[in-house]
C-alpha cells in the first residue's frame, strides 16, 4: 500500500508515526485509532493508510475493507466493557456534510441514553414521485461510473 503523500494531513501524519495516536486496530490498508475529539468513549475513526480526501478518490475495494473493519470495530465495542447500548457508523463526505478532516475517515462510536449526540433535520415523508424521479437521477449517476467488481442488482 502506498504510504500517504498529503504532508499536511494530520491523519498522514498518524499512519506514517509522526504524530500520536491510540491504536486499537492495524493490518495493511487502514489503521482504527481512538477519536480525540470523542462523541462518546470508545470514538473509533477507521482511516485508509492512503490519502484520500473522500468518497470520489478512494477506491471501491479500499471503501470495503473501511466499512468491513468498521463493522468489526462496532462487533468489539460491544463486547469491550465500555458503555455501549448501541453503535453509529458515521461517514462525512465533503464540508456540506459536515468533514472537518479531509483524508477520508469512518466514524464507529458507542451509543447509550442520554449520551449528548443529536443528528437534527426536517425529517418528512417525500411524495412517491419525487422518490421515483431521485431514483432515476441515482440510477444516471451510477452509469457515470466504471463498473464495479461486482454487478449491482436493481429492482427495476
Not at 498518524?14 to 485509532?33: K, L, N, T
Not at 481512538?34 to 492512503?50: S, Y
Not at 464540508?95 to 441514553?113: C, K, S
Request: a negative charge; glycine letters at 10%; charged letters at 25%.
Amino acid at each position: 500500500m502506498k504510504a500517504p503523500d498529503d504532508p499536511g494531513c494530520v491523519f498522514c501524519d498518524i499512519v506514517r508515526g509522526e504524530a500520536e495516536a491510540s491504536v486499537p486496530y492495524a493490518d495493511d490498508h487502514v489503521m482504527v485509532v481512538m477519536d480525540i475529539g470523542a462523541v462518546t468513549p470508545g470514538h473509533l475513526l477507521v482511516i485508509p493508510r492512503v490519502h484520500a480526501v473522500g468518497l470520489e478518490d478512494l477506491d471501491e475495494e479500499t471503501g470495503a475493507h473501511i466499512w468491513r473493519v468498521g463493522h468489526r470495530m462496532g462487533r468489539a465495542l460491544r463486547r469491550s466493557g465500555l458503555r455501549c447500548e448501541g453503535v453509529n457508523v458515521f461517514l462525512a463526505d465533503g464540508e456540506a456534510a459536515l468533514q472537518e478532516v479531509f483524508h477520508f475517515h469512518l466514524h464507529v462510536f458507542p451509543r447509550f441514553a442520554d449520551d449528548g449526540f443529536r443528528i437534527d433535520a426536517n425529517w418528512g415523508t417525500r411524495a412517491r414521485a419525487l422518490l421515483d424521479a431521485e431514483a432515476a437521477a441515482v440510477r444516471s449517476g451510477l452509469d457515470l461510473l466504471p463498473p464495479g467488481r461486482e454487478p449491482l442488482h436493481s429492482d427495476e
